[in-house]
């Protein structure tokens, strides 16, 4: 449900990373953030305790070019992944574009994974959203770490469907533009094709 002024030019679009407790989603935007050039950046916003967990939401607005004279603006979110959260999780996805499901690979955190992406599922429908038909990309988060879980067994746990996935290490970095990149365009197909092509 990407927002269009029609009088400003703008196309505002919201990509939401989701994913259960410390997966490493405000990791990503950080890195973000700091690789991207500031004209193209907005101020990012984190709301967290000073323990570093988000306590609300990260925010980061990027402006990535134009679409038939139409400025395309990404507003990238976090959701806080704390199981008790979920009043919060349920207001962020509320206009959501495209979703980046965030998945820590340590074996010991495969069920709270699992769980999260339920939850992104019942999350998503109480809103009228299917996650099959919304864009959307997974991210195995934390390859570096010993006792992390196979690709093949995460893929089949948590992208049955076979959206594009990617292995990465967000605190070095690793797979976080890929994992974006992938996200955007699959919003930017989808916006498309409600413009009529
Ligand atoms: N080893 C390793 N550590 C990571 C990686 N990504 C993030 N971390 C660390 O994991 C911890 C949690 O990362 P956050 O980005 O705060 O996690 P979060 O998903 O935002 O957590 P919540 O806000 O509670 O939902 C931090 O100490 C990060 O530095 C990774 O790929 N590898
Ligand atoms: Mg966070």
């Given amino acids: 449900m990407s927002f269009i002024n029609y009088a400003s030019r703008e196309i505002n679009c919201k990509i939401v990373y989701y994913g259960p407790g410390l997966c490493g989603k405000t990791t990503n935007l950080q890195y973000i953030y700091q690789r991207t050039n500031p004209e193209i950046r907005g101020k990012m916003i984190s709301l967290a305790t000073e323990t570093e967990r988000t306590l609300f939401f990260d925010f980061l607005p990027l402006a990535l070019g ?85 690709l093949h067994e995460m893929r089949a746990l948590l992208n049955p469907r076979g959206a594009p996935d990617f292995e990465a290490v967000a605190s070095a970095g690793r797979g976080v533009f890929d994992t974006l990149k992938a996200a955007a365009r699959l919003v930017l197909i989808e916006l498309k094709k409600g413009q009529g092509g």
């Fill in 66 to 150: 134009s679409i038939r004279g139409f400025k395309v603006r990404f507003h990238l979110y976090t959701v806080p992944g704390q199981v008790f959260y979920d009043a919060s999780r349920k207001l962020i996805l509320k206009g959501v574009d495209g979703v980046i499901f965030c998945a820590d690979s340590q074996l010991a955190r495969l069920e709270a994974d699992c769980e999260s992406l339920e939850n992104l599922r019942f999350n998503l429908q109480e809103q009228g959203y299917d996650l099959d038909r919304l864009p959307h990309v997974v991210q195995y988060n934390k390859r570096d770490l010993p006792s992390i879980a196979p």
